[in-house]
C-alpha cells in the first residue's frame, strides 16, 4: 500500500517466466549488496497491455453510500433513551471511581512529600 496512486494505463511487460517465480531469495547476502531489479521492462505502447477492461480509474470510483435518515434518527433515540438510563448509571459510577483514584493519588503524593 502507497500514499501514492499508481499512473493510469501504465503497465510493464510480464516477467519472461510468466510471473510464476518470484525473484531469488537471497537471505545470506545483504539488501544493500544484492543485484537491484531491473526496473526498465521492456513494452511499447500502452494499448498493448490490456487492463482488465474499462478505464482503469473505474474501479476507484464508488457510488456514494446511500443516506438513512430514518436509521440515523432511530439511533439518535436510542442514544437519548441510553443516556438517561445505563449512561446516567455508567456516569455515575465512572464519577466515584475518579473521586477515590484521586484520594488514593493525594495520600501518595502526602505520604512522598513527608521527609
Do not use: I
Request: aromatic share 2%; with cysteine.
Amino acid at each position: 500500500t502507497s500514499a501514492v496512486p499508481t499512473p493510469t494505463q501504465v503497465r510493464p511487460a510480464a516477467p519472461s517466466d510468466g510471473g510464476s517465480q518470484p525473484p531469488p531469495r537471497r537471505p545470506d547476502v545483504a539488501c544493500e549488496t544484492q543485484q537491484p531489479p531491473n526496473l526498465n521492462a521492456p513494452g511499447g505502447s500502452t494499448l498493448q497491455f490490456p487492463t482488465g477492461g474499462g478505464s482503469s480509474t473505474s474501479a476507484s470510483k464508488r457510488a456514494p453510500a446511500k443516506f438513512n435518515a430514518a436509521a440515523l434518527a432511530k439511533a439518535g433515540r436510542l442514544l437519548r433513551t441510553w443516556d438517561k438510563t445505563d449512561g446516567a448509571d455508567a456516569r455515575k459510577k465512572l464519577r466515584k471511581a475518579e473521586k477515590k483514584m484521586a484520594k488514593k493519588a493525594e495520600k501518595k503524593l502526602a505520604k512522598e512529600s513527608k521527609p
